[in-house]
């Protein structure tokens, strides 16, 4: 049977205590913020495993931590009251809860610990908190393995990045490049975006943007968030242009390159639907006798931060076609571009997985959140704990 209780009944909140960044002494105690782990130190504060709360910052985050830890006093960290409480189920518990919401616009804004402890929440007995707690846990766990995976995967591809558009494939006699800063092979050459492309800036002629006279129809209208978000290959979107949005856009081919100019300047993608977007978006289609597409987004992924470097320093940060389109990029021979875009692309695939996969964890960890920790579902515990549970 599962009681109905405050949390303040179950649990003290207790303030953190600051230790600033030349305080700190080499250790591998953690110390913890508002966000998560911000550090490191020789001495801990309070015994783990515990559970921290963002009060100041990244108000209601909750992290789960290990070991011995140090709270600074940006945070709340958590002791519990009842010896029939399991921390780890309490841990998945206030993340479901989502404490953020509770967050008060005050002068000084944080988190109040009396709308915490006035929150009620349905208990379930000691034996049913820790076989939800062990559920939850071994889809963490599964989670945690594929993050391993996405960033062992990132890190073999900026490896392979660095190396193929710079060193090639099976080249000896290499040439320092000026204008790119580094060695490239001997026979590639080094030329400007416009010679080998054709550059045209996104169009939406109409302000304000946000007119609902040409909105929600059919017609994909990709932002620059839709590029970051993206894996290379942009095949989502979640704002779209009707009959009328589309007579005062432009509609660019699927397999378009397209380049943030404005905000996170840089990030690039191919589209894979024909599409409009806004002038903070450019769209590059290159030469086929010259340039594989894929190649040419890989570069320009390369090259992102001599981009972003050259970028005129305004009030927000952009780049104009006149800097865009005489930008340097290194060009080998197109059959050695295909090969360069063939093994980078398959990494690429593999990154796509891994991704897919922790999507479907985390859809599954939700799920299972929603049903167990408000008792739409009930485990067996004998069947997760075992006889002894």
């Known amino acids: 049977m599962w009681k109905k209780v405050k949390l303040g009944k179950i ?125 939850l846990s071994t889809v963490d766990e599964a989670i945690q393995k594929v993050d391993e995976a996405i960033a062992k995967t990132e890190r073999l591809k900026k490896g392979l990045m660095h190396k193929l558009l710079t060193k090639g494939i099976g080249h000896k006699e290499f040439k320092y490049s000026k204008e790119l800063g580094c060695e490239i092979p001997k026979e590639w050459e080094v030329v400007k975006l416009r010679e080998i492309t054709r550059i045209e800036r996104g169009k939406f002629a109409h302000r304000p943007r946000n007119d609902p006279r040409f909105y929600d129809g059919k017609i994909p209208f990709i932002q620059t968030g839709d590029i970051s978000n993206s894996n290379g290959i942009i095949k989502k979107y979640y704002q779209t242009l009707n009959e009328e949005g589309l007579k005062i856009s432009k509609l660019f081919k699927k397999g378009t390159i397209v380049i943030s100019i404005a905000g996170n300047i840089g990030d690039v993608g191919i589209l ?66 295909q090969k360069i875009a063939e093994i980078l692309s398959t990494v690429d695939k593999k990154l796509e997985l891994e991704r897919e996969r922790k999507e479907k964890l985390e859809r599954i960890k939700k799920g299972l959140m929603n049903d167990l920790l408000t008792g739409r579902k009930r485990v067996n515990v004998e069947k997760v704990l075992g006889k002894g549970g």
Not at 14 to 34: C, H, M
Not at 290 to 297: G, I, P, Q, S, T
Not at 317 to 335: C, D, G, H, M, S
């Open 272 to 337: 894979d639907f024909d599409a409009c977007f806004p002038d903070s978006v450019v769209g590059i289609t290159g030469d086929r006798n010259r340039v594989d597409n894929l190649f040419l987004m890989y570069t320009l992924q390369k090259f992102k931060y001599k981009l972003s470097s050259i970028a005129p320093r305004s009030t927000q940060k952009n780049v104009n076609l006149q800097i865009l389109e005489p930008f340097k990029i290194p060009l080998p021979p197109l059959p050695e571009q």
């Open 11 to 135: 649990i003290s909140i207790e303030y953190g205590k600051g230790l600033p960044q030349r305080e700190r002494k080499d250790g591998n105690v953690p110390v913890v913020g508002s966000n998560g782990i911000v550090g490191y130190h020789n001495k801990a504060m309070v015994k783990g495993p515990g559970i921290v709360i963002g009060r100041k910052g990244t108000i209601g985050a909750i992290s789960w931590i290990d070991t011995d830890f140090w709270p600074i006093d940006t945070t709340y960290y958590v002791k519990l009251k009842r010896k029939d409480i399991c921390l780890r189920w309490l841990f998945f518990k206030l993340t479901y809860l989502n404490l953020k919401k509770l967050h008060l616009a005050d002068v000084v804004p944080g988190l109040k610990r009396d709308l915490v402890y006035s929150i009620k929440i349905p208990l379930p007995p000691l034996p049913e908190q820790k076989a939800i707690a062990k559920i």
